[in-house]
């Protein structure tokens, strides 16, 4: 293999690496960015839903308009508001078919997420003015997941791609550029026979390999 073809292999290969986990790291942030994200919405709306549902006054009628206005309705958006002190409480959670350590932990914590499949599943546990304890279950799909991360993947795809032939093209002339003095000394070296015994490699001073290159090549020349 030709040190020229070793050296394009080895620059797009260690460029290639690094476009690869910088593209990754960008991936995995965004993603785990837009679960947080849409799991603080689905908590916003389980609070608001049972402040309006479980709550009374003026206060309720402004967080009511609030939702009205400016929580926007998920896709599959569904919130199930369940009474601890009620006689269908277990039978009304079996029926949510969710893991039971998921809830538990929203009963210890306050609050809880799961994912399943593309539904989140946000929890939080709600003590209303009269001290009742309820459990309110907001769940729906991520369309960040669904649409925004697959188009983070098809941009990131492309970009990877355009990085591949950019990165070989820079690869390509760095390449030739170190090879370039190389052929050179090559070239002048076959130019050299019995009748021009006096010829002489010129001496680089700016590379240091090359120059001592040169200069060994002109002692055997003299020798």
Known sequence: MKTQT?????LSSIFLLFT???SGFIYYSIANYSYDDFFKRLEIRAITTA??????GN???AVKEIRQEYLEELPFEKITIIDLASDTANAELKELDLPDSFIEK??????AFYKKDKTFYS???YTSSENKNYLVFASAENYYSAHHMAYLENSLITAI????????????FFSRLVVKPLKSIIKKMNTISTKNLNF?????????????????????LNK
Request: aromatic share 10%.
């Open 6 to 10: 070793k050296i394009i292999l080895f």
């Open 20 to 22: 690869l986990i910088f």
């Open 51 to 56: 402040t309006i549902k479980l709550e009374s």
């Open 59 to 61: 206060d309720t009628r």
């Open 106 to 111: 929203g009963k210890q914590e306050k609050r």
């Open 123 to 125: 929890l939080v546990y």
């Open 161 to 172: 791609v355009f990085s591949i032939l950019i990165i070989f093209i820079i690869s390509y």
């Open 200 to 220: 002489r490699l010129d001496i680089p001073e700016k590379n240091t390999e090359l120059k001592l290159l040169s200069l060994t090549i002109n002692k055997m």
